[in-house]
Structure formats: C-alpha cells, structure tokens
C-alpha cells in the first residue's frame, strides 16, 4: 500500500471505529483510547489520521448530516408548502428517535473555545438549512428572503427543541411515545399562523410577521 | 453553635459556593473539590451537608428555577392570553440571556443512570409548567386539559429550542441580538393558528388541534 493509501485507510477505521463507539456510549462517553482499540491502531495514530479528537467527531457528525439530508429527502414530495413543512418535521423527530446518539451527538459537541468550525463542516449545516428553507419560502412568499432565512432557523430551533427534551427525558418535555403527534400540532399551528399571516399580509393589513 | 445549625450553615455556604462556581465555569466545570475550597470546608464535608454533588447541583437549580418563576410572574399581567403567552416567552429568553450559565445547568444537568429525581425537586418543575400552562388554557379553551397540559410541554420546548441553540452560538441557530424578535415571531405565528383553531372548532369544523 501506498503511503497516502494507508492513511486514508487508517481514517476511514477511525471515523468507523468512533461512530461505532458513539453509538455504543454516546459522545460524552467517546475516549480517544476505546477509540483506537477498536481501530486496531495505536493511540497515536489518531494524529497521523487527522487533526484531534475534535476532527474525528466532525467526520462523525458529517456523516449523520448527511444521512439526516437522506431522511428528510421525501417530505419534499409531500405536495403543498404546509404538508412538506409537517413531513419535515415529522422525519426529523423520527431521525432523531431512531439515530438518538448520533443526533445528540451533533448537538452535544463543542469545539474548544476560540476555534472556528472549518468550512467543509460549516457548509454541510448550511445544507440542512436550505433543505428546511426551500418550503417555508412559499409558506410565506411576501417575506423577505432574509426574514425567511432567519425564521427557518426559528423554525428548526421550534421543532429541535420539542424532540430534544422529549428524548433527554426531561420533566418539561412531552412523554416519548406522544412526540410525533406533539411535533405535529406545534408545526400544524405555526403553518396555520403562517397562512393568516401571509394573507393578512397580501391584504396590505397589518398581519404579524 | 448547635449541631443542626452547624449543619444548615454548612449546607448554605455549600450551595452558595456551588451557585458561585456555576456562574464563574458552568455546570460542566464543577469540581466537588473547588466548590469545598470556596465554602472554607474539606472536601468530605459535602456529604455531611448533602447526599452527594447531584443534590448540590439541584438545590442550586432549585434557586434558578424559583428566581425563573419570579421573572416569568409580570407577564400574567400582560392582558389577553395572546399577550400572556408572548409576554411570558419573552420573559424566558431574557432570563437566559441574563442569567445563561444557571440557566443552561438546568438543562446540562443529568442524574445518574437510573436515579430518580427527587420529588421536591420534580415539584419545582411542576410549579414552572403550571405557570406557564396558565394563559395556554384561555387560548384554547375548547380542548380537554390533559391536551392542554400537553401543548404546554410542546410550546414550552418550542420555544426553549430556540433559545438554547441561539444561546449555544449553534450555526443553525439564530443570531443571539435576534433572538428576542425571532422568539415573538414563532409565539406569534403560534398564537394566531391557535386562535384559528380555536374559532374553527367552536364552529364544528374539522380545524387542527
């Protein structure tokens, strides 16, 4: 083997090895030592693979975003902007129930402080962004497109949060077994709301924005 | 001084200093050993004052969410439900800004595996739900309350969601200085598919719940 072979090899044990160890203990639980045994490689290997334990995360977290894009995919065909919105959201609470470690584990890492997300990570989030945006903008065409930018993350943020303390089993959070149908009713008012607005919107009335 | 005070004594300044090392480092960096030095007592006498650094870390949450409650309280005042319900989301975003560090060790705080919360601390959460779940019964009085009581959970998630990506400088989340306009928009637009809701059932209609 080449010696750019072998490292891209070793990478690729790596990112498997980690996702594998993520989704056995979660992320808080991910130890660059578990990491490498199950790789089969040396603990310092990790560095001549890739940057640190960070990097190896965000090559996690990348595929996660990716097969959270894949699980998304279908709501766009569901027919109006208000259906496609519902089935967003209904796919990304059921992603989210069905890969609970790899979500959280998007959510739970933190680079160190000061350091800045490299770009190749950062535009696989503005992706995910986009894909949620394209049917909001025609929920609410008489928006500006920045205003519609912005309540898309709005949006997410709503439909995150719902399944977030749901599936950390917090107090505040709806039971479980109620998520989707929960998910459903906070989306099914905010596209209704969304409807009266813009209409108000169109009759030149003073609609809420 | 007797016994027993000398045991409330020491327990107050262990909470106080826990509080005091929350502020200064967040949940995540607390230390049994740097809450103990700052409290002037030795590292074992923690557990003479309280079960362990979990129940520290609630009594402190227990201060947190009481002084929530006072900030969410003004807000009953805001007139119609509608205004309630946005006077008291808004409310809870300025908390968080304000107070961010014993805010998010509401959130960041987990019990062991398998350990219960202890009820007069599960009260306490019960407390916050009901305050908030108030205004939310006057929006739709035409549900039946277990539904309600649901709706406020899934409303209350909404609305931390954005919040705490916001707070947390996610990339899909909003910009913080926008935070306060972008939590009004998603109560509003909430607010307003309720009443639509609410005026298509009173009608007989077949309107979202």
Chains 1, 2 share one sequence.
């Not at 596209?191 to 813009?198: F, Q, S």
């Amino acid at each position: 083997m080449q010696e750019t072979d072998r490292k891209t090899d070793l990478r690729t044990r790596l990112i498997a090895a980690a996702e594998a160890e993520i989704l056995e203990k979660g992320l808080l639980g991910l130890k660059a030592r578990d990491v490498t045994q199950r790789a089969g490689c040396a603990l310092g290997a990790i560095y001549n693979a890739v940057a640190d334990l960070d990097e190896l995360v965000m090559r996690v977290n990348s595929r996660t975003l990716e097969r959270l894009g894949d699980a998304l995919a279908p709501a766009s065909a569901a027919g109006s902007p208000e259906a496609v919105t519902l089935a967003l959201a209904d796919a990304y609470a059921v992603f989210a129930l069905e890969n609970r470690r790899l979500w959280s584990a998007l959510f739970e890492h933190r680079l160190p402080e000061g350091a800045a997300m490299p770009d190749w990570h950062r535009q696989e989030h503005e992706v995910l962004i986009a894909r949620i945006g394209a049917p909001l903008q025609n929920l609410r065409p008489d928006l500006p497109v920045e205003e519609i930018h912005l309540r898309v993350r709005t949006l997410f943020g709503a439909v995150h949060g719902v399944v977030h303390l749901a599936l950390q089993g917090r107090l505040v959070g709806v039971p479980e077994p109620l998520l989707r149908q929960e998910v459903a009713a906070l989306v099914g008012a905010l596209v209704l709301g969304a409807k009266v607005a813009r209409a108000g919107a169109m009759q030149g009335g003073d609609a809420p924005r």
